[in-house]
């Protein structure tokens, strides 16, 4: 991707501003953020350059973000509510920021002409599948949580404004994301509690929670690349996957050497309402147009608590 004019949502947050950063070697960036999550710190290193602008908006404000659109080649709308528990208290956040926020986004390309869409979807659309690794194709698909369902939701008005409107559309089911500038997550929230309490860990569900995650370089990295390919509906993960368990004792170990690690259960093992217990993703099509990772699962788990103890 070169000399193309790219309007990024969430670009103040974990992935966005990773994926500015690697954007912004060959192409002009317009990011924007209403900042609920992301910050300023993310992107304060692309401000000083020519090619980068930000805007501090809500994306669901559809005519200001018109304004931005103003010759857009394509939009990578990565705004979101990205915590899944926090849908279960609240269980409109996702509606409204989630699939609002996207239909929002679609008029303002519409109206604007912008023909080409990139989104970050999830590998929680799935749900409990029966099938893993768990192919594009699989279904009926039956999300366990307000945040998978808002994101099936979002894939369905991205699906039906390509069919009615001519946009070109790519959708990514990611997996686990972890790495540089993460903000959510087990890795996170492990850090955040033993620096509050160096003696015990206390984790949520059984343990055996098992996940495949993905490095933040290494998502970028394949959709920017297979971004148009083929029918646009892609897998992003790993091969491998990591328990829980295995992440709570290497965080303890770098953190706080012999804390001791108080698994407090959950429904069904899990560790709240709406957590995947198991989920893997398959990427024979991401690796069928040409899209390789470096790090395999648990390689992408300990470089990101490595980068979470050199950003402290
Ligand atoms: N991190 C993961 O493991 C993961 C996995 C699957 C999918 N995703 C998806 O990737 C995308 C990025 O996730 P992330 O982990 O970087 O989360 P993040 O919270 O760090 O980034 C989301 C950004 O969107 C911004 N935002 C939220 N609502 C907004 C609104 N209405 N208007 C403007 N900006 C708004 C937030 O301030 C934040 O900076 C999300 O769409 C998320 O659902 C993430």
Same mark, same amino acid.
């Given at each position: 991707m070169k000399n193309k004019k790219i309007l990024v949502t969430g670009a103040a947050g974990f992935i966005g501003s990773n994926l500015v950063e690697y954007l912004l070697k060959d192409n002009h960036v317009v990011g924007v953020d209403n900042l609920s999550n992301g910050i300023m710190k993310n992107i304060k290193d692309f401000q000083s350059s $020519?090619?980068?602008?930000?805007?501090? *908006?809500? @994306?669901?404000?559809t005519e200001l973000l018109k304004r931005e659109m103003e010759g857009v080649d394509v939009v990578f709308h990565l705004s979101a509510n990205a915590d899944v528990r926090k849908g279960f208290d609240d269980s409109k956040i996702d509606f409204r920021e989630n699939v609002q926020a996207t239909h929002s986004v679609l008029e303002a390309m519409r109206s604007k002409d912008v023909k080409e869409l990139v989104f970050s979807s999830t590998s929680a659309v799935y749900g409990n599948a029966e099938v893993i690794p768990t192919p594009e194709i699989y279904g009926p698909l039956k999300p366990i949580s307000h945040y998978g369902a808002s994101k099936l939701a979002a894939e369905a008005f991205i699906f039906s404004f390509?069919?009615?409107?001519?946009?070109?559309s790519s959708i990514f089911r990611f997996a686990n994301v972890v790495g540089r500038k993460g903000t959510h997550g087990a890795i996170h929230d492990f850090i955040q509690k033993l620096a509050k309490n160096r003696s015990v860990l206390d984790v949520l569900g059984d343990g055996t929670q098992t996940k495949s995650y993905i490095y933040v370089d290494?998502?970028?990295?394949? =959709?920017?690349?297979?971004?148009?390919?083929e029918d646009g509906?892609?897998?992003?993960?790993?091969?491998?996957?990591?328990? @829980?368990?295995? =992440?709570?004792?290497?965080? @303890?170990?770098?953190?706080?050497?012999?804390?001791? *690690?108080?698994f407090l259960g959950g429904p069904g093992g899990a560790g709240w309402n709406g957590d995947i217990k198991f989920m893997g993703l398959d990427i024979t099509k991401a690796f069928r147009?040409?899209?390789?990772y470096e790090l395999d699962s648990t390689e992408a788990v300990k470089k990101a608590i490595a980068d979470a103890?050199? $950003?402290q």
């Open positions: $020519s090619s980068f602008s930000f805007s501090k *908006i809500d @994306v669901k404000e390509s069919s009615n409107y001519g946009f070109k290494d998502c970028v990295k394949g =959709i920017v690349e297979l971004h148009g390919k509906l892609f897998n992003l993960g790993t091969r491998g996957r990591t328990s @829980v368990t295995q =992440i709570a004792e290497l965080t @303890v170990s770098s953190y706080s050497p012999g804390a001791k *690690i108080n147009n040409g899209w390789r103890g050199a $950003s």
